[in-house]
C-alpha cells in the first residue's frame, strides 16, 4: 500500500498534504482542524468518530476571547458532550494547521494579530505529537488500520452497497491475505474482486 519516495521537502510526501486535499477539507477561506481529523478518522484509519449531539452548537466565529482555532476547541472540549469525540478528532486535525485553505505552507494565522500555529497536539493514548513529520511516522505505524479502511472501502465501492456486520469475516480474510504479502494494492483489487462479498452481490 506504501510505496517509498523522495519527495524532497518531506512535509508535502503523500497524499494527504496534496493541495486537493486540503482544499477538500477546508471552506476555501478557512482551514476547519474538525473536518480535517474527521476526514482522516473515516477515510484513511477507518474508525469515524460519532456524529455530535443533536443540541450542540457548531463551532461558530469566537465571541468568546478566543484567538486561534486551537483556543476555540479548548473552549469546546469543555462541554462533556463534545470532549469524549473530540478528544480523538481534534489531534488528527491539528497536525494539518500549517496548510492553509488550498495547502500552502503558512507559519501564522492571517487574522487576529498573526498569531503562530502551534501544530503540538497529544492522542488520546498519550503520544506526543510535535509537527507533520512526527505525524506521518504514526501513521505508518498504523498501516494495519489504513489497509482495513481501503478494503472496506473499495469492497463497498465495488458492490454499490454498505458493508453490514455480517461481511466482517470475509474483511478479516482479505486483510490477513493482504498482509501477508505485504499490502500491496494489487493484491487488494484481486482480493476484492475474488470475494465472497463482491461475487455474490
Known amino acids: 500500500m506504501y510505496l517509498r519516495e523522495n519527495a524532497g521537502d518531506l512535509r508535502r510526501g503523500g497524499i494527504l498534504t496534496m493541495p486537493a486535499v486540503m482544499t477538500a477539507t477546508a471552506n476555501g477561506v478557512d482551514t476547519s482542524t474538525i473536518v480535517r481529523g474527521v476526514w482522516l478518522l473515516e477515510n484513511i484509519l477507518g474508525t469515524p468518530p460519532s456524529p455530535p449531539p443533536p443540541d450542540v452548537e457548531p463551532l461558530s466565529p469566537d465571541l468568546r476571547g478566543a484567538k486561534t482555532i486551537r483556543e476555540q476547541l479548548e473552549l469546546n472540549r469543555k462541554h462533556e458532550a463534545c470532549a469524549s469525540c473530540h478528544r480523538k478528532i481534534d489531534p488528527m486535525g491539528f497536525a494539518f494547521e500549517n496548510f492553509d485553505p488550498v495547502g500552502r505552507w503558512r507559519t501564522n494565522y492571517r ?25 506521518k511516522q504514526m501513521l505508518l505505524k498504523r498501516e494495519p488500520d489504513f489497509a482495513r479502511c481501503l478494503t472496506e472501502k473499495m469492497l463497498t465501492y465495488a458492490t454499490g452497497r454498505r458493508l453490514e456486520p455480517l461481511d ?6 482479505i486483510t490477513t491475505a493482504l498482509a501477508k504479502n505485504g499490502n500491496r494494492l494489487r493484491d487488494l483489487v484481486q482480493l476484492v ?3 465472497e462479498i463482491f461475487l455474490q452481490k
Open 168 to 173: 466482517r469475516g470475509e474483511i478479516n480474510r
Open 193 to 195: 474482486a475474488t470475494s
Open 111 to 135: 487574522t487576529n494579530g498573526h498569531p503562530k500555529i502551534d501544530t503540538t497536539t497529544e492522542l488520546p493514548n498519550g503520544d506526543k505529537l510535535a509537527d507533520i513529520l512526527v505525524f
